[in-house]
């Protein structure tokens, strides 16, 4: 009989019982597996550890001093990019999906973790190992709440597969990276979206009733480039509301804890980042971080239109201005937002520029968020990048 390791003796926590990072647990899903074994050292919001983290996957941490390293990460390139053909459903072109399908399709790897819905919901998220396109293809689609990801981790193992492809968020691939050694694979491959203002299942109902005209038949949103919230609906049909119209007072802890508390927002570990802020609008950003990375990216690079990335404007003023409204929950009247949205969508921060906006007034309302309600984390939590992005705002006390 072989011996057991050390994890595999440890035992998953019960759905629904308290996790080890208690209200700042995003959820995602190690604690569901015997690899709760490592948690002090691998959950994002117990142990911040970027900089090491970044050293073990890319061989060095970012470059505090080179500005786009600063904002994005460790990184060798950056592109706007688009598929020629989209997929249809996808969240935008679908490059995701694609990079996943190519991967699983040349033998590069045996499955690919990635999050499906549950039947009866369709913002249910439903982690898996896909072992076929069709099953990558079910999984397109933002499921915008938090989602147990690492839950299948133990299958992994079990299964004893050599080659894996995870796609997911931060603060999943921060608890990944940390376990990465002790799952007994040949090669990890990730691929990350940035993340953001993610919402517990209950807190994304809220949102959904206070923001947009019909609820229950969305079947997908973004928070876009024009300063608005697009809302497709079932019927095809685009609900556009203004980032500055948002019902702040109400929505004031919609948020997940989690979430007001993370300074991830690019998926600093992954190898190939898949997102849309850093990119002219219908247009998808990427950030390669490393080889491997170049290596996912060059096996569907023949069916993308590709373009440099592009920076306009300046967002500092907008940002500075956005604390407030932040930290206060102050809503404006609907027909002053439009004004300002259309203000700012033609005169403001486009490309990069806009992708630094969101990190700077996200960055500033989590800062706050952390001091105010966990300040005795706010030193070792908050990764030095951060604290020199949040360093060039004047915040309230
Ligand atoms: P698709 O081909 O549609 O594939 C989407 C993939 O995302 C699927 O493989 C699925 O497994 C995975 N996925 C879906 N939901 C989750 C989840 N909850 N957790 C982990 N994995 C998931 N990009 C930005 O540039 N700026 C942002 O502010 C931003 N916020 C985001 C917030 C959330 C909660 C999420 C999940 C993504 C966010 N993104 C953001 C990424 C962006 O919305 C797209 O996901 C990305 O550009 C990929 O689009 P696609 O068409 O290539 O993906
Ligand atoms: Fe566990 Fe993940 Fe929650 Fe941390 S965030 S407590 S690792 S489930
Ligand atoms: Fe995780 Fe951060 Fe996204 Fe929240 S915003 S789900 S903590 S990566």
Same mark, same amino acid.
């Given at each position: 009989m072989t011996s057991l390791t050390p994890h595999q003796k440890a035992k998953a926590l019960k759905p629904g019982s308290r996790r080890?990072?208690?209200?700042?647990? *995003?959820? @995602? /899903?190690? @604690? $569901? !597996?015997?690899?709760? #074994?490592?948690v002090k050292e691998a959950c994002a919001f117990i142990t911040q550890q970027i900089d090491t983290l970044e050293e073990q996957t890319h061989r060095r941490s970012r470059d505090l001093d080179n500005p786009d390293e600063l904002y994005f990460? +460790? #990184?060798q390139d950056m592109m706007a990019a688009k598929k020629q053909q989209p997929i249809a /459903?996808?969240?935008? !072109? /679908?490059i995701v999906s694609t990079i996943a399908i190519e991967m699983l399709n040349r033998g590069l790897v045996e499955g690919v973790v990635c999050v499906q819905n549950s039947k009866e919901d369709r913002f249910q998220p439903l982690p898996v190992i896909a072992r076929t396109p069709e099953e990558i293809l079910a999984a397109r +689609? =933002?499921?915008?709440t938090l989602s147990p =990801?690492? *839950?299948?981790l133990e299958q992994v193992e079990k299964s004893g597969m050599k080659r894996l492809l995870v796609i997911g968020v931060g603060c999943q691939i921060q608890a990944l990276r940390a376990v990465e050694k002790k799952l007994g694979l040949e090669k990890l491959y990730v691929l990350g979206t940035p993340c953001v203002d993610n919402v517990s299942r209950a807190g994304l109902q809220k949102f959904l009733e206070t923001t947009?005209? *019909?609820?229950? !038949? +969305?079947v997908h949103y973004e928070f876009m480039q024009d300063f608005r919230i697009h809302f497709k609906h079932e019927d095809g049909s685009i609900e556009k509301v203004p980032f500055f119209g948002l019902k702040t007072n109400q929505l004031k $802890?919609?948020?997940?804890p989690s979430c007001m508390s993370c300074f991830d927002y690019v998926n600093s570990l992954a190898d190939l980042v898949v997102g849309?802020? /850093?990119?002219?609008?219908g247009w998808q950003w990427i950030v390669v971080r490393n080889d491997t990375g170049k290596e996912m990216l060059d096996l569907v690079k023949d069916q993308l239109d590709t373009q440099p990335v592009m920076s306009q404007g300046n967002r500092q003023e907008a940002v500075q201005q956005g604390i407030p409204a932040y930290d206060k929950g102050v809503t404006l009247p609907m027909w002053v937002a439009k004004l300002m949205g259309v203000v700012i969508d033609k005169i403001g921060p486009k490309g990069l520029e806009y992708a630094r906006f969101s990190i700077d007034s996200h960055f500033t309302r989590n800062y706050l968020y952390v001091k105010r309600n966990h300040g005795e984390k706010l030193e070792a939590h908050v990764p030095e990048f951060a604290k020199r992005i949040v360093g060039q705002y004047k915040l309230p006390e």
């Amino acid at each position: 009989m072989t011996s057991l390791t050390p994890h595999q003796k440890a035992k998953a926590l019960k759905p629904g019982s308290r996790r080890p990072a208690k209200e700042l647990c *995003s959820e @995602c /899903g190690l @604690c $569901d !597996t015997y690899y709760i #074994h490592y948690v002090k050292e691998a959950c994002a919001f117990i142990t911040q550890q970027i900089d090491t983290l970044e050293e073990q996957t890319h061989r060095r941490s970012r470059d505090l001093d080179n500005p786009d390293e600063l904002y994005f990460g +460790v #990184h060798q390139d950056m592109m706007a990019a688009k598929k020629q053909q989209p997929i249809a /459903g996808a969240q935008w !072109t /679908g490059i995701v999906s694609t990079i996943a399908i190519e991967m699983l399709n040349r033998g590069l790897v045996e499955g690919v973790v990635c999050v499906q819905n549950s039947k009866e919901d369709r913002f249910q998220p439903l982690p898996v190992i896909a072992r076929t396109p069709e099953e990558i293809l079910a999984a397109r +689609v =933002n499921k915008p709440t938090l989602s147990p =990801n690492l *839950s299948i981790l133990e299958q992994v193992e079990k299964s004893g597969m050599k080659r894996l492809l995870v796609i997911g968020v931060g603060c999943q691939i921060q608890a990944l990276r940390a376990v990465e050694k002790k799952l007994g694979l040949e090669k990890l491959y990730v691929l990350g979206t940035p993340c953001v203002d993610n919402v517990s299942r209950a807190g994304l109902q809220k949102f959904l009733e206070t923001t947009s005209r *019909s609820p229950d !038949t +969305v079947v997908h949103y973004e928070f876009m480039q024009d300063f608005r919230i697009h809302f497709k609906h079932e019927d095809g049909s685009i609900e556009k509301v203004p980032f500055f119209g948002l019902k702040t007072n109400q929505l004031k $802890d919609v948020f997940a804890p989690s979430c007001m508390s993370c300074f991830d927002y690019v998926n600093s570990l992954a190898d190939l980042v898949v997102g849309y802020m /850093g990119a002219p609008f219908g247009w998808q950003w990427i950030v390669v971080r490393n080889d491997t990375g170049k290596e996912m990216l060059d096996l569907v690079k023949d069916q993308l239109d590709t373009q440099p990335v592009m920076s306009q404007g300046n967002r500092q003023e907008a940002v500075q201005q956005g604390i407030p409204a932040y930290d206060k929950g102050v809503t404006l009247p609907m027909w002053v937002a439009k004004l300002m949205g259309v203000v700012i969508d033609k005169i403001g921060p486009k490309g990069l520029e806009y992708a630094r906006f969101s990190i700077d007034s996200h960055f500033t309302r989590n800062y706050l968020y952390v001091k105010r309600n966990h300040g005795e984390k706010l030193e070792a939590h908050v990764p030095e990048f951060a604290k020199r992005i949040v360093g060039q705002y004047k915040l309230p006390e």
